[in-house]
T-cell receptor, first 111, second 115 residues
Framework: GQSLEQPSEVTAVEGAIVQINCTYQTSGFYGLSWYQQHDGGAPTFLSY??LDGLEETGRFSSFLSRSDSYGYLLLQELQMKDSASYFCAVREGGNNRKLIWGLGTSLAVNP | DTGVSQDPRHKITKRGQNVTFRCDPI?????LYWYRQTLGQGPEFLTY????????KSRLLSDRFSAERPKGSFSTLEIQRTEQGDSAMYLC?????????????FGPGTRLTVT
């Protein structure tokens, strides 16, 4: 079967660093994406890893280990506006580029 | 604004009625996706178009659901004989073609409530 596991909730304080883990089991694997979604809003793209290693984009970084079927999203210098849900999603490959999504991690950033 | 747009933003309907939603993708994007999201869940893939061709439809989708993209631009999603379990946010996303088109751009969604 297909499954993506990530923690349901994470709490942190402003200025801190938080890591959101994602393990996956899918029929195919082409890459791992991360999306942010604020309450009532649409998902917005954060990062994508197709190869092992770390990708850095400003305060956000994402890591992938294909051999471990594992990735994480690292958020640094947390701000209140980072309070949102964060989803990992696997691109299964093939021509359709569809994404299989996890259940999401709700991040609360406190003052 | 040249982002993905969806219409309507909200729809309330009675069980058994048909509803149709529209999605206008970013103009140069040839790939279009429909997802459904319920509270506390991640988006669930429904169907995918490349230009006007519907290349994949989720096995979870019943025959009451149909989608079209007649000219390879906007798309419509129709739900016939709606059921209360159809209540959800329906999200449309688009992406450009090409080997590095991994980012999907989402519209604001249509929230459907079936009473």
């Amino acid at each position: 079967g297909q499954s993506l596991e990530q923690p349901s909730e994470v709490t942190a304080v402003e200025g801190a660093i938080v890591q959101i883990n994602c393990t996956y089991q899918t029929s195919g694997f082409y890459g791992l994406s991360w999306y942010q979604q604020h309450d009532g809003g649409a998902p917005t793209f954060l990062s994508y890893n197709a190869l092992d290693g770390l990708e850095e984009t400003g305060r956000f970084s994402s890591f992938l280990s294909r051999s471990d079927s594992y990735g994480y999203l690292l958020l640094q210098e947390l701000q209140m506006k980072d309070s949102a849900s964060y989803f990992c999603a696997v691109r299964e490959g093939g021509n359709n580029r569809k994404l299989i999504w996890g259940l999401g991690t709700s991040l609360a950033v406190n003052p | 604004d040249t982002g993905v747009s969806q219409d309507p933003r909200h729809k309330i309907t009675k069980r058994g009625q048909n509803v149709t939603f529209r999605c206008d993708p970013i103009s140069e994007h040839n790939r279009l996706y429909w997802y459904r999201q319920t509270l506390g869940q991640g988006p669930e893939f429904l169907t995918y178009f490349q230009n006007e061709a519907q290349l994949e439809k989720s096995r979870l989708l019943s025959d009451r659901f149909s989608a079209e993209r007649p000219k390879g631009s906007f798309s419509t999603l129709e739900i016939q004989r709606t059921e209360q379990g159809d209540s959800a946010m329906y999200l449309c996303a688009s992406s450009p073609g090409g080997p590095i088109s991994y980012e999907q751009y989402f519209g604001p969604g249509t929230r459907l409530t079936v009473t």
